[in-house]
């Protein structure tokens, strides 16, 4: 959905310490080819609407994932800082919809190694309800 991935990205730049800890920026879906780590790439997990008869209100789980190659947790641990500080219970502003609400469900981080990288990772992931105005 456009509109909700274009308030997110709002909210993103508009938090200037993310943006400086995240200096490979943020991307959907995917990174691109010659992106500087770190860098966070943003995916919608599920999405799912409900009617109440009077309301409709849609359900997703947006994803999180923050990338770096550096020789500690640190760099990754403090985008996770910054990106928590800025997206926990926010308001987006939402074209065509009132935000109801942003709660993180999920977070976890783990080190990839293989014969050609050695990555550090780290996933976050929102449920964000909105509601149709």
């Not at 456009?2 to 995917?30: C, P, Q």
């Not at 800082?81 to 783990?110: E, P, W």
Request: glycine share 4%.
């Amino acid at each position: 959905m456009k509109v909700l991935f274009d308030a997110i990205m709002t909210k993103y730049n508009a938090s200037t310490a993310l943006k400086a800890a995240n200096t490979g920026g943020l991307h959907r879906e995917v990174a691109p080819q010659n992106a500087r780590l770190p860098y966070t790439v943003m995916h919608q997990i599920s999405g799912k609407p409900r009617d109440t008869f009077t309301e409709f209100i849609e359900n997703y789980i947006i994803q999180f994932n923050i990338y770096d190659s550096t020789a500690s947790d640190d760099s990754v641990d403090d985008i996770f800082t910054k990106l928590t500080a800025a997206f926990d219970y926010c308001t987006l502003t939402i074209s065509g919809y009132t935000h109801v609400i942003m709660r993180r469900v999920l977070n976890q981080s783990f080190f990839n190694e293989d014969e050609a990288s050695r990555v550090w990772q780290y996933v976050v992931q929102y449920e964000i309800e909105m509601q149709k105005t």
